[in-house]
């Protein structure tokens, strides 16, 4: 194994809680149903914290094993924690600022793993802002949104519904931290399965859940 190989497999295995192992599972688990499926298309997360997701999918790909073909990776997230857009549901749970980890330390953790910077794209920003300006064109075949508020999730979603490939999956981490309808991902995604401005018909079938929280959708267009 290579120096790059040794350093992202001690990210792998060391001091990693219970909870993210879950979440690393389900990204493996991802990753091999869209090659068995033959889903072409990106990876795209959606609030990235410290990396911990990007930087396992990174590790999958280096290993150039059956079930891990290279995709591109792209990160969104504002870098500065929360948005204060929190309803008051949500308030319970969360606050303005909460998550913070900034750009210079995500990059530092980065470089200590080697990760090639093209391997990793970010976008620092609020999605609001970043999602309407980005020029990144693809088709993404995984959208793993770790968003924790509904405001942030609701945004998006409505970036994906162009962009997702028939089979995609979207993984949502936090998707029964709210009651189900009063707040959080949940009620987003319900709003948008319903949204009447959608420029095709969409189904959603529940394929697996992570941790105690996570869901996992498969994307499905619906042919008129």
Excluded at 145 to 160: G, M, Q, R
Excluded at 185 to 212: M, T, Y
């Amino acid at each position: 194994m290579n120096l790059q190989g040794r350093l992202i497999w001690k990210f792998k295995s060391y001091k990693t809680s219970r909870w993210r192992k879950e979440s690393l599972s389900a990204l493996e688990m991802c990753l091999k149903y869209l090659d068995a499926r033959k889903i072409n298309g990106s990876f795209l997360e959606f609030g990235t914290h410290f990396g911990d997701i990007p930087l396992h999918a990174e590790f999958l790909f280096s290993k150039r094993k059956s079930g891990y073909s290279r995709r591109d990776i792209v990160v969104f997230d504002s870098f500065q924690g929360l948005p204060g857009s929190i309803l008051s549901s949500e308030a319970k749970i969360f606050r303005k600022g909460e998550f913070s980890f900034s750009l210079e330390k995500y990059l530092l953790r980065l470089s200590k793993y080697k990760v090639p910077p093209k391997h990793i794209r970010i976008y620092p920003g609020w999605f609001k802002e970043t999602l309407q300006t980005t020029n990144e064109e693809h088709t993404i075949a995984l959208a793993w949104i770790d968003a924790d508020l509904f405001s942030s999730t609701e945004t998006v979603l409505n970036f994906l519904t162009n962009r997702l490939a028939d089979q995609a999956l979207i993984a949502i981490d936090d998707y029964w931290v709210a009651k189900l309808n009063s707040g959080g991902p949940s009620l987003a995604l319900e709003r948008w399965i319903r949204g009447k401005d959608k420029p095709f018909n969409f189904s959603l079938q529940p394929w697996r859940s992570f941790h105690c929280f996570g869901e996992i959708f498969v994307f499905n267009k619906v042919e008129n």
